[in-house]
């Protein structure tokens, strides 16, 4: 299969974004299956979860942005994984508050027919992933400060105890 293929690994993750876009279901995209995950921005769901959260998801939220820029779709017989680079935003209609997020996505897909593998199945997700970008650089932001500040510390101390030995040292003659 070649991406641009209807039936593709790639067309699939396209038609997820597009659905996403849309407010339409987004739950048949997974597979029904009891070791199915998906992470979100802010949870962990498994499961039968998956479905449920994919549907709440859908009711409380409008408005969505999915703007994909980096994806990459490898297969392999019935299966296949993808990474992207998304902004993504939409509406929580509950809250009346307008989220925006450059993210990262990943993900497993298999090839499914009836719940079972099969090679020619429809494209199901079995795992996704997607965190927001601005995770690492905060990271990356906090660990440096945290190690700028335990440097400084450092400095401070090995100050402290050079100025103490000079006295010591001053003291003894």
Not at 39 to 68: I, K, N, P
Not at 115 to 123: A, K, L, M, S, T
Not at 139 to 144: V, W
Request: proline share 2%; no cysteine.
């Amino acid at each position: 299969m070649h991406e641009g293929d209807a039936d593709s690994a790639a067309a699939t993750v396209r038609r997820y974004f597009e659905s996403l876009r849309n407010a339409e279901p987004l739950a048949p995209f997974f597979a029904d299956d009891p070791d199915v995950v998906k992470y979100g921005l802010s949870e962990r769901l498994v499961g039968d979860e998956v479905q449920t959260g994919l549907r709440e998801q859908t009711e409380t939220t409008r408005d969505w942005a999915v703007e994909s820029r980096a994806l990459r779709v490898t297969e392999r017989d019935a299966h296949a994984w993808f990474s992207d680079q998304v902004f993504m935003g939409w509406t929580d209609v509950e809250r009346r508050i307008r989220y925006e997020f450059e993210t990262r996505w990943s993900g497993t897909l298999e090839r499914r027919t009836g719940g079972e593998v099969d090679p020619d199945g429809e494209w199901r997700f079995v795992g996704m992933h997607v965190s927001r970008e601005a995770e690492r650089s905060e990271a990356s932001e906090r660990a440096s400060g945290v190690l700028a500040s335990e440097a400084s510390q450092r400095s401070e101390d090995e100050r402290s105890e050079s100025s103490g030995d000079a006295a010591s040292n001053e003291e003894a003659l």
